[in-house]
């Protein structure tokens, strides 16, 4: 069946940085761009980042800019997100989500909770 689980999620001090993985299983992982999304309490979902098939081209929220990083590994079929300078503000859930290309065939992750505080 198809999954992502995602990990990595957890307690981190302003200023700290934390990974996140998503591992997919049940579909051709290389033939998806995969993107990130965030909810924090009481606000809408929020685009975070998202990567191309082959990880070539990359595009960022500009909240996120320059201290986060999406990446891949299409041999280990997992998706990443590198988080530095993290911020009270970067307090949300994250969703990993893969999207075939030109089609409206979409998988999401569970969730995990990232919360930044001293």
């Known amino acids: 069946q198809v999954q992502l689980v995602e990990s990595g999620g957890g307690l981190v001090q302003p200023g700290g940085s934390l990974t996140l993985s998503c591992a997919a299983s049940g579909f051709s992982f290389s033939s998806y761009a995969m993107r990130w999304y965030r909810q924090a309490p009481g606000k809408e979902r929020e685009f975070v980042a998202r990567?191309?098939?082959?990880?070539?081209?990359?595009t960022y929220a500009g909240s996120v800019k320059g201290r986060f990083t999406i990446s891949r590994d299409n041999a280990k079929n997992s998706a990443y997100l590198q988080m530095n300078s993290l911020k009270p503000e970067d307090t949300a859930v994250y969703y990993c989500?893969?999207?075939?290309?030109?089609?409206?065939?979409?998988?999401w992750g569970q969730g995990t909770q990232v919360t930044v505080s001293s």
């Open positions: 990567i191309a098939m082959t990880g070539s081209i990359t």
């Open positions: 989500n893969a999207v075939l290309p030109g089609t409206n065939t979409q998988y």
